[in-house]
């Protein structure tokens, strides 16, 4: 029996990879490939008023509660459980690459996506810093794309683009990040440039919604 395919999603928060690319893993688990997103904080800093351990607990079961949405027995969420604002310091201090270098090698995906390298927050740049790291050192070399959260317009790319038609999943995607609801305030702003992007992105391939990804490797 020939081996499922496996796509692996880096996300620095709890709901990037949905924001990112909720509709494209759905796609892919309808076309009965295997996914792990992979999350590297579970964003404490987001209710400074709360303890830490509070608003871990509360984000990992949003994140568990979304992935359930976006359902099938092949779709995985791995925690590394980094510093919110520290994730680069930590994945060293911890040693991650050791660890996820592992899990790359042994999974051997096809696809890797992960944050885009325009992308303002600190921690969305160290996860796409990670990523080139990880990838320089895999012994098998997957395609390596990029997802926009808080840059809905690349102004320096030159890579290609590569665009995923949604337009039967989106609802399952809307449905995946209503249920995080701690972040209903934080994510208004990035859900409503997600709404527009997505819109325009479909009409650029003549479809009703789409995610637009660059190719970077």
């Not at 999350?39 to 607990?57: A, Q």
């Not at 794309?145 to 949604?166: G, L, M, R």
């Not at 995080?180 to 527009?196: D, R, T």
């Amino acid at each position: 029996m020939a081996k499922k395919e496996t796509i692996v999603v880096f996300g620095a928060h709890p709901d990037d990879f949905v924001i990112g690319a909720g509709g494209t893993i759905k796609n892919y688990l309808k076309e009965k490939k295997n996914i792990i997103s992979v999350v590297f904080s579970l964003g404490e800093k987001s209710h400074i008023w709360l303890k830490d351990k509070v608003i871990k607990d509360m984000r990992k079961k949003e994140t568990l509660d979304a992935n359930k949405i976006i359902g099938d027995k092949r779709n995985k969420v791995m925690f590394l459980d980094l510093g919110d604002q520290n994730i680069y310091s930590d994945y060293q201090k911890e040693k991650w690459e050791h660890k996820l270098l592992t899990l790359l090698n042994q999974k051997k995906p096809t696809k890797l996506f992960t944050h885009s390298n325009e992308d303002p927050h600190p921690d969305h740049k160290a996860v796409h810093k990670i990523t080139l790291e990880l990838y320089d050192k895999m012994e098998t070399k997957p395609e390596l794309y990029i997802y926009s959260v808080w840059n809905p317009v690349s102004f320096k790319t030159e890579h290609p683009a590569f665009y995923v038609d949604i337009s039967k999943t989106f609802s399952v995607k809307l449905k995946a990040l209503g249920a995080f609801k701690s972040q209903k305030f934080h994510i208004l702003y990035p859900f409503f440039l997600l709404l527009v992007k997505t819109i325009w992105d479909g009409f650029k391939i003549r479809k009703r919604f789409a995610e637009k990804f660059f190719r970077i490797k």
